[in-house]
């Protein structure tokens, strides 16, 4: 009898995991949300003052490697574009200490906060420029909870790389409660043959980045099957991004500035990330495989998209009229594996990076005995950075 009354207590245990993602099992006992994870971004630490959350934020000139062998000069926050993921809570005091190492003028806006006037970070309308080695002492109170940014209000600033995510945890976690809970930021880059710095005026792209890295340099997102999964995209420049995951239909959960109320939530496989939007979305983990997540637009999936670089054209057009000419973007040719090797890529065919490019990452669902050992190299690579 007790093995029965075990059996089904396990079985019921199943079909809400199956249901609701491994996390529901544990939504009683542990109802703080999980961190958020920015692949190939750090966190901004703080520090305390009195219960206030002080954070020190540098915009500056940065190297931002975007694949292998491409370096670009862009303007960044604390070493990297986009700039250190600010994470805090509901309720939370923040001072955010911001000094401006760039050559130009500037002022940071915290998009989608409801704060006063003079924190709005507009200047000429809430506050003076703050000028090249100059300071500006932020201090808000946080009362929102979602999915919000941070960028300068000087329109040719935020098409070189300055952008931040600014995530604000509520004082209970989102139910059903996620494993794991991810930000991407997306930026796109004009830059010209010949040069490592952006045109910030042209309207065509060459560059497509998921936080700071084009495909195949993305860390793939690993994940155990199971799970339940939150990916929370940013959109700061001129394009919309149709954000697409392979495999999965998802739900829809956030929009800059709130989370949705489920009788709102929509079901898909594509979200529309407008300029200065944000987009939460939801899915179970349950099916094993390497799955493609990515913009939709052509264009973004691909590298180099310069058309005087000299296009690596297809073979023998001329054999086949009205054969397409023009270059195509992914192939054998284009692999790099060992270029962009990293425990997160671990067990992916050979050649898999020749057919990655712009804005495009993996979402990885494996199997316990898998991940384990992915989170085994993870831990390991992270102990020889010590
Ligand atoms: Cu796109």
Avoid at 21 to 34: F, I, R
Avoid at 93 to 116: K, Y
Wanted: aromatic share 8%.
């Amino acid at each position: 009898m007790s093995n029965r009354r075990s059996f089904f207590t396990k079985a019921s245990a199943l079909t809400a995991s199956l249901f609701t993602g491994k996390a529901a099992l544990s939504a009683q006992t542990n109802p703080a949300p999980v961190p958020v994870t920015t692949l190939d971004v750090a966190d901004l630490p703080f520090t305390m003052d009195s219960g206030t959350k002080v954070f020190n934020l540098i915009a500056e000139p940065v190297k931002q490697t975007v694949i292998p062998g491409r370096t670009l000069d862009l303007w960044g926050f604390n070493g990297s574009a986009p700039g250190p993921t600010i994470q805090a809570n509901e309720g939370d005091r923040v001072r955010i200490i911001f000094d401006n190492h760039l050559p130009e003028a500037t002022g940071i806006h915290w998009h989608g906060l409801e704060l006063p006037i003079a924190m709005d970070g507009v200047p000429g309308v809430g506050q003076d420029l703050v000028q090249p080695g100059g300071r500006f002492v932020y201090e808000f109170t946080l009362h929102q909870n979602g999915t919000f940014f941070y960028h300068p209000h000087m329109a040719m600033q935020e098409m070189v790389g300055l952008l931040g995510g600014f995530i604000i945890h509520p004082k209970t976690a989102y139910t059903p409660l996620v494993d794991k809970d991810f930000l991407i930021a997306l930026q796109e880059y004009a830059v010209l043959p010949n040069t490592t710095i952006p045109n910030s005026m042209a309207m065509e792209f060459n560059w497509l980045t998921f936080n700071g890295k084009a495909g195949p340099s993305t860390t793939p997102l690993v994940v155990q099957q199971g799970e339940r999964i939150r990916v929370r995209f940013i959109n700061m420049g001129m394009d919309h991004h149709p954000i697409h995951l392979h495999g999965f239909t998802f739900w829809e959960t956030g929009r800059e500035g709130a989370r949705q109320q489920e009788t709102a939530w929509t079901r898909g496989n594509t979200t529309l990330v407008g300029v200065a939007q944000a987009r939460d979305i939801e899915f179970i983990a349950d099916r094993i495989g390497d799955w493609m997540l990515h913009c939709h637009l052509p264009h973004h999936m691909m590298n180099q998209m310069v058309p005087s670089v000299g296009p690596m054209t297809r073979t023998n057009p001329s054999k086949v009229p009205l054969y397409p000419q023009d270059a195509f973007m992914e192939g054998p040719m284009m692999a790099m594996d060992h270029e962009v090797d990293k425990p997160e890529t671990h067990g992916l065919p050979a050649g898999w990076s020749g057919f990655s490019g712009g804005m495009m990452t993996l979402l990885r669902v494996m199997p316990p005995e898998k991940y384990n050992e992915i989170a085994a190299l993870i831990a390991a690579k992270k102990a020889g950075a010590r």
